[in-house]
């Protein structure tokens, strides 16, 4: 059975710091990476894919990816209030098209 | 980003009636789309995979005679919940992939409600 974990959270941060999400995976063949937020009723919106080792910065956004450790990463910087969702870790399967989530992390960023 | 349109939003039915949702790629031709299913702050769970003039491949415990997938072009899947019950009330989302293959683009989602 091919895994993603997350904590599930919730996690609370005062306006203004950084948000650090974690996740873990299983299936050592995968390759993309991916990170969603997900407002409560709403489709998950895709925030950021990573493929490499290292980091990826877009904006307030930075996904880590470490291989070898099997694990990635969201950092948010002055995180705001209208960050506050469930954020969904993405895994594509090696050798598939399959994409398999973590349960998500709930974020509440405090005015 | 792809754009992918899903109707109805909404969706409230008696149990024994079928239900039919729509996902549309409007601006890309999506030769593969995913039908997820979500349940109450749980993850998304992929129910099945719908290519365009072949079969639907579904996932273990997703009964392809109730939940039937026709993927009839190259832009429109479609999920049918047949005779539904109260326990296929969940949130619906169709996804697609853009042209270059790599990222998934999730539909609004259907909120299904059977009563």
């Known amino acids: 059975q091919k895994e993603v974990e997350q904590n599930s959270g919730p996690l609370s941060v005062p306006e203004g710091a950084i948000a650090s999400l974690n996740c873990t995976y299983s299936d050592r063949g995968s390759q993309s990476f991916f990170w969603y937020r997900q407002y409560s009723g709403k489709s998950p919106e895709l925030i950021m894919s990573?493929?490499?080792?290292g980091d990826k910065e877009d904006g307030r956004f930075t996904a880590q990816l470490n291989k070898a450790s099997q694990y990635v990463s969201l950092l948010i910087r002055d995180s705001q209030p209208s960050d506050s969702a469930t954020y969904l870790c993405?895994?594509?399967?090696?050798?598939?098209?399959?994409?398999?989530f973590g349960k998500g992390t709930k974020l509440t960023v405090n005015p | 980003g792809a754009v992918v349109s899903q109707h109805p939003s909404r969706v409230i039915c008696k149990s024994g009636t079928s239900v039919k949702i729509e996902c549309r790629s409007l601006d890309f031709q999506a030769t593969t789309m995913f039908w997820y299913r979500q349940f109450p702050k749980k993850s998304l769970m992929l129910m099945a995979t719908s290519n365009e003039g072949s079969k639907a491949t579904y996932e273990q415990g997703v009964e392809k005679d109730k939940f039937l997938i026709n993927h009839a072009s190259l832009t429109l899947s479609t999920l049918t919940v047949t005779s539904a019950h109260p326990e296929d009330s969940s949130f619906y989302i169709c996804?697609?992939?853009?042209?270059?293959?790599?990222?998934?683009?999730f539909g609004s989602g259907t909120q299904l409600s059977v009563l």
């Open positions: 996804s697609a992939r853009d042209r270059e293959g790599e990222k998934l683009f």
């Open positions: 993405a895994v594509k399967l090696g050798g598939s098209e399959k994409l398999v």
């Open positions: 990573i493929y490499s080792n």
